[in-house]
């Protein structure tokens, strides 16, 4: 059915109740008083609708390749908003980043020395209109280089990630999120590795490599709890591996949670 016969039936149905009632005695005011503002306030509606879906409807898919220029290291900066991001390894050895992105990337990089810093976000027109229609236009598929130390720095909103770390040396991991669900893969081979985790009412799934010693704090009264405690036996206030101490690759994760849930093993 076409959006406007759908309204201007809507139309026909609203003025048809109104008399009915008016007739009946129903209502106490004028049909012709009341019908005349509610037909204003509905066509305002439909005006927005049809301004929403315009834009969604010219909604297209970005791909961006980020080149490493030569650097050794990089930060990367993401603000994300609402729909479905992955992240993994894959990038080719002269790129920092390529992918795809729907609703489009804004993208600045520098180089300080050796360092690449790279921040990555919606443009802004797409961040504004985001919360309505399809999250499935906004969805982004990242890959990131996996041969440079990198420092991650995610911001993102109500949105779903699967964020595949193992095959990239993520040295530092920031993550801050809202109402989400979370698939984190953590590095695999990256030394050593902060991670500092920052979410709401969100769900967290959350994977340590086998070989990885972790030393892990949770703050989280409101929040659904579950540590694999054969790995990371709890230790007072801390969930820590036996070869915390003596590991080539171990990590330290530290989380604040609200009303949600979060699983590690």
């Known amino acids: 059915m076409r959006r406007s016969s759908f309204f201007w039936g809507s139309i026909l149905i609203l003025a048809g109740v109104l008399l009915l009632l008016d007739n009946l005695n129903l209502i106490q005011v004028s049909f012709w008083r009341l019908f005349w503002p509610l037909l204003l306030v509905a066509i305002g509606l439909w005006m927005v609708l049809e301004a929403t879906s315009r834009r969604h409807s010219s909604v297209g898919v970005s791909q961006v390749t980020i080149p490493l220029e030569g650097a050794q290291r990089a930060r990367v900066r993401v603000r994300y908003g609402a729909g479905r991001l992955s992240m993994n390894a894959g990038a080719g050895p002269s790129e920092l980043a390529s992918g795809s992105f729907g609703g489009g990337l804004d993208h600045q990089a520098r180089r300080e020395g050796d360092l690449l810093d790279v921040e990555m976000r919606m443009p802004t027109e797409r961040f504004a209109w985001v919360w309505g229609g399809s999250r499935d ?14 420092a991650l720095n995610l ?3 109500a949105s779903d990630m699967k964020l595949d770390l ?28 902060r991670v500092d985790i920052k979410a709401g009412a969100a769900s967290l799934d959350v994977r340590v490599p086998m070989g990885v010693a972790a030393l892990i704090r949770i703050d989280g009264s409101l929040a659904g709890i579950k540590v694999d ?9 801390v969930y820590q591996s036996s070869d915390y101490g003596t590991a080539a690759n171990k990590m330290d994760i530290e989380v604040h949670i609200g009303a949600g849930s979060i699983d590690i093993r």
């Open 166 to 193: 193992g095959e990239l040396r993520v040295t530092e991991l920031r993550l801050k999120t809202g109402a989400s669900s979370t698939h984190l893969t953590l590095p695999a081979h990256a030394g050593n590795t």
């Open 229 to 237: 405690t054969s790995r990371f036996p709890r230790l007072g206030d």
């Open 155 to 157: 911001e993102t909103g």
């Open 137 to 150: 236009a906004y969805n982004w598929s990242l890959a990131l280089n996996g041969e440079i130390p990198l």
